[in-house]
């Protein structure tokens, strides 16, 4: 059983940057999938971005050449990178990990997910 552990949320203004970080115990992340969803206040789970075993990623098309997902397997962790930030973006964020073989956007693929992290983007 992989648990997965989030960090690095917090408030930012505007324009700013944050870093989310997700760490993985009971299992090693290189054997999965790993993305990145987001739920905002009053609104359904959407994904966010998913990284491949090979590091190949997809993006939602509202975080495209913002965000940054990035896998280092001998840390065991993933990380999204998250620039330019608006309010839009404040929601919490989960990461979740995909035993499959094909990188898909759908929460439904995922087998394992963490707590979540708020993230909160002031105007």
């Known amino acids: 059983q992989v648990q997965l552990v989030e960090s690095g949320g917090g408030l930012v203004q505007a324009g700013g940057s944050l870093g989310l970080s997700c760490t993985a115990s009971?299992?090693?992340?290189?054997?999965?999938?790993m993305g990145w969803f987001r739920r905002a206040p009053g609104k359904e789970r959407e994904f966010v971005a998913g990284i491949s075993r090979s590091s190949f990623s997809i993006y939602t098309d509202s975080v495209k050449g913002r965000f940054t997902i990035s896998r280092d397997n001998a840390e065991n962790t993933v990380y999204l990178r998250m620039n330019n930030l608006n309010p839009a973006d404040t929601a919490v964020y989960y990461c979740?990990?995909?035993?499959?073989?094909?990188?898909?956007?759908?929460?439904?693929?995922?087998?394992?997910w963490g707590q979540g992290t708020q993230v909160t983007v002031s105007s």
């Open positions: 009971g299992g090693t992340i290189s054997t999965y999938i």
């Open positions: 979740a990990a995909d035993s499959s073989r094909v990188l898909t956007a759908s929460a439904s693929s995922y087998d394992y």
